[in-house]
């Protein structure tokens, strides 16, 4: 029996009140999907924490999926009465281990998704000296017309030619190691973006061995962004040392950046903080027209390895910042992996899968439902249209009594036929004719039929397939670029 207290007690909620209801046809986003699918505890059921085995066929092999859902409510008790205040919208998380993980929330598909650039083997002998996991974060980038470039950027790349020499067995710091290269929308606010690469990132690290020591860089907006991630990361298990590095870190106070007051602290976990700054205020030169911008102060707890204050100040220009603290000797990256091999543990680690270089990529877009959802006889059927962003498919779907829950449908609808952002599409102009997905706990075997008089449709990238027959066949799905041909004209999609 729950005893409340006057202690905000904050629970995982993830069901609603049992009522059998058939619904009307509705145009709305996928979050009301989810309140209306949430019916019946004895048809459909949200558990906390449901690991649902989702397989998908990957390049010839089975890829494992996970499925999750989440809902944070806070149950403040008031003058005896208990009210209810949500904190968390709810979600619906897709996860795979290699690929990255895509959230269902407010009519919105987030993706974070890991595109392997570099992959150093391993020879099979255990190292010496714990893993490491890199995260380099990049700032704003304006070109000459004012506009916002996405992907990694020069300074990123140039970490990774320095990283790159722990894969030699002739280094002396010979060990295994991950660079994630973030590219992020970084005109945007960054806290949705800040949860995706750490969930991303706790996803990697909690199917290691041991747990990694973790090396964050981030210049710029980006600087803001990595001291944010830390707060994420600061106390998870598989964390042993965690080093921070802050360039010319600069907050957009008008969209919401918050210049950090200190360094963040949790068991488990040991935390060191570095930070550099040109004395130099920085702003984005029109970017953000007429807002203003908060940088070059110090930071408590981001000591340089208790160097002192002065050496905070770095030789550069706010532009150049990262390219020259990377190539630096005395003070840049070389220094900082002095210190961070300096508080490595030494041992014998076994290689755990490959290392190598990584981009992820972080982005958002609105998923949009029109469809009328009827239940009777222990099944739920779902007719409409399911589009995101600019691709779209009809959808006609089956869930027996045995089913999971309605807005997997929908996830695996997405998943299979219309993720988009360098990941899957069939084409927003092929016509589906059904789709059919039957869901048990034991996984999911969908099945989509694609009117077209002839042609065949296949999507490959990255070592990853996709591919239909005409008329009507399976479709298997993985994750990579896009590219594709219908009825024997190449087509090209890039996001």
């Known amino acids: ?13 993830l069901t609603m009140q049992p009522r059998l209801v058939s619904a009307s046809p509705f145009s709305n986003s996928l979050e009301d999907i989810f309140f209306n699918a949430s019916i019946s505890n004895s048809l459909i059921n949200l558990s906390d924490n449901r690991q649902s085995s989702v397989q998908f ?4 092999s ?5 499925l999750e859902s989440e809902h944070e409510i806070i149950l403040i008790p008031f003058d005896g009465l208990v009210i209810p205040i949500e904190t968390k919208k709810p979600a619906l998380i897709l996860t795979h281990k290699d690929r990255g993980r895509f959230v269902f929330t407010e009519g919105k598909m987030r993706s974070t998704t890991r595109t392997p650039v570099i992959k150093a083997t391993s020879s099979g002998d255990p190292y010496n000296y714990r893993p490491t996991l890199f995260i380099t974060i990049p700032g704003s980038e304006i070109d000459d017309n004012g ?3 996405r992907g990694t950027q020069p300074w990123q790349n140039a970490a990774q030619g320095v990283i790159a020499e722990l894969a030699r067995s002739s280094n ?3 060990s295994q190691y991950k660079h994630f290269a973030v590219d992020w929308d970084s005109d945007e606010t960054n806290r949705g973006q800040v949860e995706d690469v750490s969930g991303l990132v706790k996803d990697f690290l909690k199917n290691r061995i041991d747990a990694w020591d973790v090396v964050i860089i981030g210049h710029s907006r980006g600087g803001i962004f990595a001291h944010d991630l830390t707060k994420e990361l600061v106390g998870f298990s598989k964390v042993k040392n965690l080093h921070t590095f802050l360039l010319d870190p600069t907050a957009a106070i008008p969209i919401g ?25 920085f702003d984005f030169n029109g970017a953000f027209p007429g807002i203003g911008t908060q940088s070059d102060l110090p930071i408590s707890g981001y000591n340089n390895y208790n160097r002192g204050s002065t050496d905070v100040l770095f030789p550069s220009t706010h532009k150049t910042f990262g390219s020259d603290w990377v190539t630096g000797t005395n003070v840049g990256m070389s220094r900082a992996l002095d210190d961070i091999w300096a508080r490595k543990d030494i041992g014998s680690f076994l290689p755990d899968g490959d290392s190598g270089y990584e981009s992820v ?6 998923i949009i439902i029109d469809a009328s959802i009827e239940i009777a006889d222990g099944n739920l059927t779902i007719d409409g249209i399911l589009k995101l962003g600019d691709a779209q498919a009809s959808i006609n779907a089956l869930i027996g009594a045995d089913g999971v829950d309605i807005a997997a449908t929908v996830l695996v609808a997405s998943a299979q036929l219309v993720i988009r952002d360098n990941h899957i599409a069939v084409a927003s102009n092929t016509i589906i004719a059904s789709y059919r997905s039957d869901i048990s706990l034991s996984g999911i075997d969908a099945q989509a039929d694609i009117l077209l008089a002839e042609g065949s449709v296949s999507i490959s990238s990255g070592g990853v397939n996709v591919s239909a027959s005409f008329p009507g066949s399976s479709i ?9 041909n219908i009825g024997g004209v190449k087509f090209g999609v890039s996001f």
């Not at 029996?1 to 909620?13: G, Q, V, W």
């Not at 089975?62 to 996970?66: C, I, L, R, V």
């Not at 990529?361 to 609105?366: F, L, M």
């Open 172 to 174: 002396s710091r010979h």
């Open 147 to 149: 506009n916002f470039n």
């Open 476 to 484: 298997s799905v993985g994750s990579g670029g896009v590219s594709f």
């Open 1 to 13: 029996m729950l005893k409340l207290t006057s202690i905000i007690a904050t629970l995982i909620f």
């Open 257 to 281: 950046d918050l210049y950090p007051l200190n360094l963040h602290h949790a068991s488990v976990t040991n935390e060191f903080g570095s930070l550099f700054y040109d004395g130099n205020l």
């Open 57 to 60: 066929i990957d390049d010839g």
């Open 62 to 66: 089975t890829g494992n999926w996970s």
């Open 361 to 366: 990529r972080v982005s958002a877009d609105e």
